[in-house]
């Protein structure tokens, strides 16, 4: 049953073009960070200091405090589309599978277009690289340990944004107030507040090792797997008593 849910989801999804946000959103972060880096190669790059993890420093810059909040925000708001507008909700629930089925369908879709986002990220941030002539060699596990991090940071991200989507009707509100929130994060990051906030823990979890980060790996996951279970569970129990009108 819920795999055909998701199914579903995902055919409902792939007529919106998504899938040329999904390249595109990536691959504007990682020219815009390497521009970055050979602008500043000089001051980014010392002895003994990986290229590549230089380069990972500007491009998740860009992608880890804005652009995976603001398109996780966005993939939440498109999968309740079509719902929220001209009697989706009452067409899909007038269907056998519970409500609950349904909001964790969207759930799993979504999370299954971050951690495609999060592949098309490092694939196109190594062959970028590779064309402009990067000569150390590719810090495998690093990028894996980040593109993973991300994921999983982004998680709670999405359970709180979905929530917002499923009970707010129009599509652009939800979208303003995550873009506000994304906002925040340049503040958050920098504070010890940060680790608790959910728009500054992917930029966190996604950064370098000379970068100020997650302080505990155990203690981030910790804050990350509540926030997402509380959000998820509220999300649940809102949706199940939304009026549909």
Aim: charged share 10%; net charge neutral.
């Amino acid at each position: 049953m819920i795999t055909t849910l998701v199914l579903n989801e995902y055919i409902k999804l792939r007529r919106q073009w998504l899938w040329a946000v999904l390249i595109i959103v990536p691959l504007v972060s990682c020219l815009l960070g390497y521009n970055n880096f050979f602008t500043y190669q000089d001051i980014l790059v010392q002895k003994d200091d990986n290229e590549w993890t230089e380069a990972w420093t500007q491009a998740s810059l860009f992608y880890g405090m804005i652009m995976l909040p603001i398109l996780s925000g966005f993939y939440c708001s498109i999968s309740c589309r079509n719902e929220n507008s001209g009697g989706g909700w009452k067409q899909m629930l007038a269907l056998p599978p519970s409500r609950i089925m349904i909001y964790i369908a969207k759930m799993i879709i979504i999370l299954i277009l971050v951690f495609v986002t999060q592949l098309v990220l490092v694939s196109e941030f190594i062959i970028t690289g590779l064309i402009l002539g990067l000569h150390d060699s590719i810090p495998w596990f690093f990028l894996f340990k980040v593109l993973v991090l991300g994921f999983l940071a982004v998680c709670a991200l999405v359970a709180i944004q979905l929530w917002m989507a499923s009970q707010i009707k129009s599509f652009v509100t939800p979208i303003s107030i995550n873009v506000a929130l994304t906002l925040l994060a340049f503040v958050a990051a920098g504070s010890e507040w940060g680790n608790f906030y959910p728009w500054a823990q992917p930029t966190l979890a996604m950064s370098s090792p000379d970068e100020v980060g997650i302080n505990s790996l155990l203690f981030f996951l910790s804050i990350n797997f509540v926030t997402f279970s509380v959000a998820t569970v509220l999300g649940i129990v809102t949706f199940e008593k939304k009026d549909i009108y």
